[in-house]
T-cell receptor, first 113, second 111 residues
Framework: DSGVTQTPKHLITATGQRVTLRCSPRSGDLSVYWYQQSLDQGLQFLIQYYNGEERAKGNILERFSAQQFPDLHSELNLSSLELGDSALYFC????????????FGPGTRLTVL | SQQGEEDPQALSIQEGENATMNCSYKTSINNLQWYRQNSGRGLVHLILIRSNEREKHSGRLRVTLDTSKKSSSLLITASRAADTASYFCACHTGANSKLTFGKGITLSVRP
């Protein structure tokens, strides 16, 4: 158990819909990262927040957005969902802002029908 | 472009044998990390090696880093069936904490 929690574990929805994925980092960790894992694209970095501020951006679509709240939990919002958004979404947390090992949550499996 | 690329893509060995997995990368790094993922589950951090380090050990794991060749290897000694998983190398580059993962190596350890 990494100490990172993600909800929900599974999500099934339809194209065009909007969903919110939630992540709680390990106690004391200030950085939260979001990743998307699919068979064809592998593990792709989406976005990082550090202590409430956006820190780094990766291959995140404009239809996706994220935020980190004062209690340090984070939410990833996916809108106008397409079939190709079906994937495993992981969040990870780390102690500091850079160069640290990351602790991954169990993931949310999103299926878009 | 993919920063870390693992080799081979798949590896099947007998329990007790050693498993060697390789990772090559393209640009200079701050550190390189190896992670393990059991089927459909979250990644577990195994080991981190900094750019000024050449070798690191953790239990049955040994990681080497050759910055001149832009490559790293992960050796698992005396493998066990429980080592069956996917292994990823991840490169830490630049001023932010972005980690770039390879596509992973599927390791199967036959009992």
């Amino acid at each position: 158990d990494s100490g990172v929690t993600q909800t929900p574990k599974h999500l099934i929805t339809a194209t065009g819909q909007r969903v919110t994925l939630r992540c709680s980092p390990r106690s004391g960790d200030l950085s939260v990262y979001w990743y998307q894992q699919s068979l064809d694209q592998g593990l792709q970095f989406l976005i990082q927040y550090y202590n409430g501020e956006e820190r780094a951006k990766g291959n995140i679509l404009e239809r996706f957005s994220a935020q980190q709240f004062p209690d340090l939990h984070s939410e990833l919002n996916l809108s106008s969902l397409e079939l190709g958004d079906s994937a495993l979404y992981f969040c990870a947390s780390a102690r500091g802002v850079s160069y640290n090992e990351q602790f991954f949550g169990p993931g949310t499996r999103l299926t878009v029908l | 472009s993919q920063q870390g690329e693992e080799d081979p893509q798949a590896l099947s060995i007998q329990e007790g044998e050693n498993a060697t997995m390789n990772c090559s990368y393209k640009t200079s790094i701050n550190n390189l990390q190896w992670y393990r993922q059991n089927s459909g589950r979250g990644l577990v951090h195994l080991i981190l090696i900094r750019s000024n380090e050449r070798e690191k050990h953790s239990g049955r794991l040994r990681v080497t880093l050759d910055t001149s060749k832009k490559s790293s290897s992960l050796l698992i000694t005396a493998s066990r069936a429980a080592d069956t998983a996917s292994y990823f190398c991840a490169c830490h580059t630049g001023a932010n904490s972005k980690l770039t993962f390879g596509k992973g190596i599927t390791l199967s350890v036959r009992p």
